[in-house]
């Protein structure tokens, strides 16, 4: 039977448990009324602002300018895009403005080697890939090779794979780093003396497969991200993502922790799984679904400790392929604390190496600080945002 649904003071209803829940963890309960007004967001492809009038022609709305947020628009909650012309031809794509934050935390520069650990469903892979431009390399990670496949059809759509390679990995264990030159000339000798593959440029023409094993992926979602995936299984690489030419040994080369210090990527992105009671929206249709189901999904204390361990041990990963001098942002759309500042602190009383930095571009964002310094949090009655934790680290050289 469903826990007792009370009224909040904004008339919202919520069972008790889950109102004990939001007071453990200093929230306020309206934030989830809030989510009515919270405005949908997108992003614009850098260079398609010739396009704005006729996207607002066809939806019938204003696009409001997102100011703390380039390339960032927000219209109405009940405004549909996927019908739209300019999401069609691939000059738009949604995005929450709390995400692309995150991204933008991350302070990419023309030339980096970026990590996206848990880079399904592929918006924030698609922002990171435009800011990087003309020059360096993004490597998407993620346990779930029907979303990672989903991620790869959207770097296609949008033109924006060719700097990119995705493997189907398990986050807390991958171990490859950046294809860079300097490690490249060291290896392939050894590569081509074993007569290994060379990779070729990257095709799609395997539909037929590529069917049959993502409806196999899809008959349990559960089994696929719980299973442990011993080999990053490589399903895409761009034509300027490094591995075109090189042998199966050089692009699965692995490093010790000397030589990660010193090659590893120069940007990490670990925007973790998690319980997203800070997705409102997401909360909202636990009305229909049932509350005991929101029990299970987000108050059962075992569900949520095994969240824990798997966050702890994603972001240890993320920064142990950092290189020194390196950041790297952990991120939730979770507003717990169990999720967010314990995890931070736990893992800060690990790694002397690891330092908590200011981030320089949250001048201007609608957000407040969180339980500890430096780190922030977004939420709809703050920052007319999905709700969401960041957190940004960098790698000394000790």
Known sequence: ????????????????????????????????????????????????????????????????????????????????????????????????????????????????????LCAAPGAKLCMILDLLGCSGSVTGVDIARHRLAASRTMLQKYALGHRCRLFVADGTTFSLIPIRTKLNSKSCNAGTEE????????????????????????????????????????????????????????????????????????????????????????????????????SRRVLDAERTDALAVLQLKLLTNGFRLLKAGGCLVYSTCSLTVAQNEDIVEQFLSRHVSAELLEIEAANNWPCRQARIPKALRFDPLTSSTSGLFVAKFTKLDI
Not at 39 to 47: A, E, S, T
Not at 218 to 238: A, K, T, V, W
Not at 243 to 262: A, C, M, P, W
Request: some cysteine; aromatic content about 10%.
């Open 1 to 116: 039977m469903d826990d007792e649904v009370v009224a909040t003071s904004s008339e919202l209803p919520l069972p008790e448990a889950f109102l004990d829940f939001l007071n453990q963890n200093g929230l306020d309960p309206s934030i989830y009324l809030a989510s009515h007004s919270t405005p949908r967001y997108i992003r614009l492809k850098p260079g398609s602002e010739a396009e704005l009038p006729e996207i607002e022609a066809e939806t019938k709305c204003k696009l409001n300018e997102v100011s703390w947020l380039p390339n960032f628009y927000c219209l109405p909650p009940e405004v549909r895009i996927a019908s739209t012309k300019a999401y069609q031809e691939a000059k738009i794509y949604g995005i929450d403005a709390a995400s692309g934050a995150a991204v933008v935390a991350l302070d990419i520069s023309p030339g980096d080697h970026v990590l996206d």
């Open 195 to 294: 007569n290994l593959k060379i990779y070729k440029e990257w095709t799609p023409r395997r539909p037929w497969k590529e069917r049959k094993r993502m409806a196999k992926a899809m008959e349990n979602i559960d089994s696929m991200m719980s299973r442990q995936i011993q080999d990053p299984e490589l399903i895409f690489y761009g034509r300027h993502s490094g591995v075109v030419g090189l042998s199966k040994h050089d692009v699965y080369r692995t490093f010790n922790d000397v030589e990660i210090s010193q090659f590893g990527y120069d940007k990490v992105l670990v925007d973790a799984e998690c319980t997203h009671d800070g997705s409102i929206k997401h909360i909202q249709k636990f009305e229909q679904w049932g509350w005991t189901t929101l």
